[in-house]
């Protein structure tokens, strides 16, 4: 029988310890009761806009990232808008629908009350940004632009070209500095944080690796916030940036904090097919182009074998021979459903033969249509960029006329596949974004909080900035008020010692396994069990094998990974072994929360719970809960431990994007 728990952790008296403590010297500076220290950890968008407003606020902030500049974070990667239920278009937008999009676009698995919260501060980051001086699109009159995303059938995203993440980081960014420059924000760039240290069952402070020099530091503060992202890259090809890890989550994981809907990975349609087993990294085309470009396949399968012998091309096929099944299956919202339904149908087409490049893996996002109707200007105006990213990596530009049928042009088609983007899982956190571990705070991609089991697209930058300039600086100090008569503790506690000692131990671990595989070799594997086993489609039978190579890969690992070079100095094979290692404990944890939702809702997919017309099957009766693992050591299966979810405002159904 799984334990059940509340949303809410009271925070707790302050222990009678600590009394012993303050006579026994093992506070910093007891004098100095009201300098509160928090630590950040992460400079993405999350991180980069807490650490300013805590610093804004008075708050002392030690701010790390692994970076060589907060600038660099993969936050930068965002394209497409960052969603605010502004109803500048006068479509009937509000924050009521906003928050009812995000709640039925994450197949009603997300926290009620967190959505709302979500929805309502959504205006106020447009603001914030606008003030920064984010050069968010504008029409002609001045007004700020919109574009249409999944989900929704209100134009809520607002973008700046294809550099939404890059713009909206670097206001961040200067907020940041200002901060920096007044001294109340220390910037640590180049450091990894290892491990969080617990001091009398609270966070107290962290373990971090100085990537250049590769000496170990003990930073302490009275609260710890993560805002290290996600967990991608656990399946080795992914959108995410490379070096985008789990390790900061992973670590607080193992030392007591809950990890919450793991399974619940998004897998986006529009991304770059894979196109060769030498690849490392895939490329998403941003889901704004579903506005303007149609999704198709062939109707005919000797056309799709044409395709796949490369005896024929897309432009050669005429309208009535194409296939456009997005809008054929969900007249309602036609291209623009959510990710998790697109990427199913692509998969479906593509399963059934109907692919369209030399692998059978490949969908067309057509422009013929909206080139025609707009000309070629607008629409560079809209998508240029993302059309020249095209071009480069494929030598394909999608504005150029390929043939005319009937008088009608027809443009070089971009070719799609789904793969792996963004993960929905994440450190438990209760509705003031703490973790299970008082003292501890999550928040932005790393935490779970708002998107159920499927996240609306531009709806990732809008929740990062939410908790970082609207919800973490006013929560963190219900717990911060209980702290402030207690100052930070000192680096000299044996917590801190012992600590230390651990990750440096699982340091010369890695490098004296000496064995003859690269960190790389074992984690392309790792990445194709997971993909073969935990990917789009799961069975029971197939996550179990997926779990038993996983341990088979895990153990391999750990007897003959090869680590060039010491600890000493930069070591990146190092770095990059260390994340391995926790992508290992991750990838095994989504496919213990796949098994054990015998269900299908939002991107985690069993095939066994589907309808007759292939959609995702709910079973709220048995899985109306957020599933939250707690760690029991390497090799044992973690406890499931179980929230319940309560709707009040939002009756929950079947979702519907038919009509
Ligand atoms: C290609 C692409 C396009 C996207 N487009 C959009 C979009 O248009 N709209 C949208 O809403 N969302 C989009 N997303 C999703 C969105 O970009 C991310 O979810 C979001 O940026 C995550 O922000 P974050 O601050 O939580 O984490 P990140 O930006 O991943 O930042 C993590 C930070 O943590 C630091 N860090 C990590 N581990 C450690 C450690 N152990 N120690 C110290 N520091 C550490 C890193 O240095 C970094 O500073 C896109 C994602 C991708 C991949």
């Known amino acids: 029988m799984a334990k059940v728990i509340d949303s809410k952790i009271p925070a707790g008296p302050v222990p009678e310890k600590w009394k012993e403590y303050k006579a026994h ?49 993969h936050s930068i990667a965002a394209q497409g808008g960052i969603n605010a239920a502004k109803c500048y278009q006068n479509d009937g937008d509000s924050v009521y629908r906003l928050f009812y999009d995000t709640v039925k676009g994450g197949d009603y698995r997300a926290r009620e009350a967190n959505v709302y919260r979500l ?106 916030v993560i805002a290290t992202g996600g967990y991608g890259n656990t399946y080795f090809l992914s959108t995410n940036a490379m070096g985008c890890n789990c390790t900061a989550a992973v670590q607080c994981y193992r030392k007591g904090a809950y990890f919450a809907n793991p399974s619940y990975v998004q897998i986006h349609p529009t991304c770059i097919p894979v196109h060769g087993d030498k690849q490392s990294k895939l490329t998403l085309m941003s889901e704004s182009l579903r506005n303007d470009g149609r999704i198709w396949v062939p109707k005919k399968i000797e056309d799709a074998k044409a395709l796949q012998a490369g005896t024929k091309q897309g432009w050669e096929i005429p309208e009535e021979d194409r296939d456009y099944y997005l809008e054929r299956r969900y007249p309602a919202f036609g291209n623009l459903v959510p990710r998790d339904v697109a990427s199913r149908a692509a998969k479906e087409r593509c399963d059934k033969g109907f692919g369209v490049n030399n692998t059978g893996l490949a969908v067309f996002l057509d422009f013929s249509e909206s080139i025609n109707r707009l000309g070629i200007d607008i629409i560079m105006q809209r998508y240029g960029n993302l059309f020249e990213m095209y071009e480069e990596i494929t030598d394909v530009f999608p504005g150029d006329v390929a043939n005319e049928i009937n008088g009608v042009k027809y443009y070089k088609p971009m070719m799609i596949y789904p793969a792996i983007h963004y993960t929905m899982g994440g450190i438990w956190v209760d509705y003031e974004l703490q973790t299970s571990i008082p003292g501890l705070f999550a928040i932005g991609e790393c935490n779970f909080s708002d998107h159920g089991a499927n996240r609306l697209g531009a ?30 503790v ?8 012992e600590a230390e000692k651990k990750v440096d131990a699982e340091l010369d671990r890695l490098l004296n396994i000496k064995g003859k595989r690269s960190v790389d070799s074992i984690h392309k594997e790792l990445g194709h069990i997971m993909w073969e086993y935990v990917g789009m489609g799961r069975t029971a039978e197939g996550l179990k094998t997926g779990l038993k190579k996983m341990h088979e890969l895990e153990k391999e690992f750990d007897e003959n990974l090869f680590v060039p070079g010491t600890k000493e100095g930069l070591n990146i094979e190092l770095d990059k072994a260390i994340h391995l290692r926790d992508f290992f404990t991750m990838g095994q944890l989504v496919a213990f929360d796949a098994l054990s939702r015998n269900e299908s809702c939002g991107g985690h997919f069993r095939e066994e719970y589907q309808t007759e017309e292939g959609e995702a099957k709910r079973d709220d009766e048995n899985y109306f809960y957020v599933g939250c693992w707690e760690y029991q050591g390497k090799g044992n299966e973690p406890e499931l431990i179980k929230e319940p979810l309560e709707y009040e405002a939002i ?9």
């Open 119 to 224: 929805a309502e501060v959504s205006n106020n980051i447009i603001d914030q940004c606008v003030a920064q001086g984010v050069p968010f699109a504008r029409e002609y009159g001045g007004m700020l632009a919109n574009r249409s995303f999944g989900g929704a059938q209100v134009s809520r995203t607002f973008y700046a070209k294809g550099q939404t993440g890059q713009q909206l980081l670097l206001g961040a960014y200067s907020s940041l500095s200002c901060q920096v420059n007044a001294g109340k924000v220390k910037l640590y760039t180049r450091y990894e944080m290892e491990d969080v240290v617990i001091v009398d069952g609270r966070a107290r402070g962290i373990i971090a690796k100085n990537l250049c020099t590769g000496k170990l530091e003990r930073f302490s503060a009275n609260a710890v």
């Open 490 to 497: 000192s680096t000299d506690l044996p917590e801190f010692a």
């Open 459 to 488: 709806s990732a930058l809008m929740q990062g900035l939410a908790d970082g300039y609207f919800v973490l600086p006013y929560t963190i100090q219900n717990y911060l008020a209980d702290q402030a008569v207690w100052p930070k």
């Open 651 to 659: 009756k929950v159904q079947t979702r519907n994007y038919k009509n």
């Open 25 to 73: 010297q093992r506070l910093v500076n007891p004098k100095n009761k009201l300098k509160l220290d928090v630590i950040v950890v992460g400079t993405g968008l999350a991180g980069a806009s807490a650490a300013a407003s805590l610093g804004e606020m008075g708050f002392n902030v030690i701010n790390l990232c692994i970076q060589d500049s907060p600038r660099r974070a």
